[in-house]
């Protein structure tokens, strides 16, 4: 069975710097891993895929890697803001064509 | 074009009571998700249609809960005898196909049994 784990659940870091969010899967059959921004109370915004084949994904201020083999992954968010405060989760799709998701970082970005 | 939406947006029912979420994907989608998310968790899987046919259902917690997707489009998610422990968001995805394709999320719904 997928287990898909976050690390750090929680983490607080002051405008301006970069971080990295990290996730890590048990079952490296899969077809693609997605990262999602989930605001309060609000549904899941896709930020980046990532199919099995590849590498890397960028978008704007966001970098997303994928070393299939190892079950790892992270988001690199580069200048972070305060509007970037959010829940960020990790979901790989498997052979079942499902999504198995982490419980997510919860980030806060303060003045 | 139009993304996955989902009605209602919020739905408070009694324990015991019948529900129906309603869940519209994206025109053309062939492939229909339902997840449901409880508080401080991540997104949890229950069904998955192809067309109008459920691919996998493992992820349904009991016979109280059914879905269905009739023509292949539109897919409603009963729930029978609902307890307080089904409260949670409800969450509906689409995509072109299964497999590799991205899957698309609508905004949820949001269900309180009391």
């Known amino acids: 069975k997928q287990e898909v784990t976050q690390i750090p659940a929680a983490l607080s870091v002051p405008e301006g710097e970069n971080l990295v969010l990290n996730c890590s899967f048990t079952?490296?059959?899969?077809?693609?891993l997605q990262w999602f921004r989930q605001d309060p109370g609000k549904g899941l915004t896709s930020l980046l895929l990532?199919?099995?084949?590849?590498r890397e994904q960028t978008s704007g201020r966001l970098n997303a890697s994928l070393d299939k083999s190892s079950g790892r992954s992270t988001l690199y968010i580069a200048a972070s803001q305060p509007g970037d405060s959010a829940t960020y989760l990790c979901?790989?799709?498997?052979?079942?064509?499902?999504?198995?998701f982490g419980t997510g970082t919860r980030l806060q970005v303060t003045l | 074009g139009a993304g996955v939406s989902q009605t209602p947006s919020n739905k408070v029912t009694e324990k015991g009571k019948y529900v129906e979420l309603r869940c519209d994907p994206i025109?053309?989608?062939?492939?229909l998700y339902w997840y449901r998310q409880s508080l401080g968790q991540g997104p949890e899987f229950l069904i998955y249609?192809?067309?109008?046919?459920?691919?996998?259902d493992s992820g349904l917690p009991n016979d109280r809960f059914f879905a269905v997707r009739p023509e292949g489009s539109v897919s409603t998610l009963k729930i029978q005898r609902t307890e307080r422990g089904d409260s949670a968001v409800y969450l509906c995805?689409?995509?072109?196909?299964?497999?590799?394709?991205?899957?698309?999320f609508g905004p949820g719904t949001r269900l309180t049994v009391t």
């Open positions: 995805a689409s995509s072109p196909g299964g497999g590799a394709y991205e899957q698309y």
């Open positions: 079952d490296s059959a899969i077809y693609n």
């Open positions: 990532i199919q099995s084949s590849q």
């Open positions: 979901a790989v799709t498997g052979t079942a064509s499902k999504l198995t």
């Open positions: 025109s053309g989608h062939t492939a």
């Open positions: 249609f192809q067309g109008t046919g459920a691919a996998d």
